[in-house]
């Protein structure tokens, strides 16, 4: 017997398959086997994690567009109940969206379970993405594409990096995020002990107990009204200059060590002992400032 009169010999049993699949619901009003195609609608639910059922809790509902009029016990038809956002429901441990509510999502079931879960969403209201490892989040900027004729000049893997390029990295113990231009930039590490910010040739450590800033240039403080107040203070440079229109010493003890200069200027004494009676004219400690 040749293939086609096998097939039409199956006929009889094929069209007796599809209406025991119709009959126990495997086909429903739209195209394809029920449970397998994808459902656009919107979220018109969200169980947060405190809903007072708890085998909802992390889900939504969905209602879906374009489907018929009527309730179907008590809910609306194409209404979807408890739509997971993630593998597991109300995943606290590891990646997990929540879609804004009244959004477009896509939602599909899985045929064996019954489960149903959002693989697409137009808006978002929350994030969540806890990893047991590390994380890497980064932009790199690649030079634009070119068109020709023939198409693209390159591919997309094919494009060289223009040299700028951001990150952050993270790992349980500690955050690097880094903004550079060809390899120069800011570097900025963080742990629970100290945070250190480099950019250049310039370095600031903050610890628990001290701030530490290197640089080979300069240190500009800029404000109207600056308040410092320390237990110990120690200025050493090889040129000092205070500068004000008022410059005001109090506290109790000026010391200042030194030979003062003849200028006939200045608060200085010059001459160190009177040269008749040979009594002190100067001292290194000045009191009651």
């Known amino acids: ?21 119709a009959s126990q ?19 018109c639910n ?9 085998e909802l809790r992390g889900t939504v509902d969905v209602q879906e567009y374009n489907c018929d009029a009527g309730d179907v016990n008590g809910q609306p038809t194409g209404y979807h109940e408890g739509v997971f956002l993630s593998a597991v429901q109300d995943n606290k441990t590891g990646f997990y ?9 896509v939602i599909v079931q899985d045929t064996s379970s019954q489960t149903e879960y959002v693989i697409m969403m137009s808006h978002v209201k929350a994030v969540r993405l806890n990893s047991h490892d590390t994380l890497h989040l980064g932009v790199t900027q690649y030079e634009n594409f070119v068109e020709t004729d023939d198409g693209l000049e390159k591919d997309y893997d ?7 390029k951001s990150s952050t990295d993270y790992t349980a113990e500690s955050i690097r995020d880094e903004v550079s231009i060809d390899g120069k930039g800011l570097v900025e590490e963080k742990t629970a002990e100290k945070k250190t910010v480099v950019v250049g040739d310039t370095k600031i450590t903050i610890d628990g107990s001290t701030v530490i800033i290197e640089t080979g240039d300069t240190v500009t403080i800029k404000a109207d009204k600056a308040d410092i107040q320390v237990s110990d203070a120690s200025v050493k440079g090889e040129s000092v200059t205070v500068d004000g229109n008022n410059v005001k010493i109090t506290g ?3 010391t200042v060590n030194g030979t003062s200069n ?13 040269p008749f009676s040979g009594a002190p004219h100067g001292g290194s400690i000045v009191s009651g400032t």
């Open 1 to 21: 017997m040749s293939l086609k009169g096998k097939m039409l010999g199956k006929g009889e049993a094929f069209r007796e398959a599809i209406n025991a699949a």
């Open 252 to 254: 109790g003890k000026l």
């Open 262 to 274: 003849v200028d006939g200027m200045g608060p200085f004494n010059a001459i160190k002992a009177c």
């Open 158 to 164: 094919e494009l060289e990096e223009t040299g700028k």
């Open 46 to 54: 969200i169980h947060d994690p405190n809903d007072e059922n708890d």
């Open 25 to 43: 619901m495997f086909c429903g009003n739209r195209p394809g086997i029920f449970g397998t195609e994808k459902i656009i609608g919107y979220v």
């Open 97 to 105: 969206v929540v879609p804004q509510l009244y959004s477009d999502v």
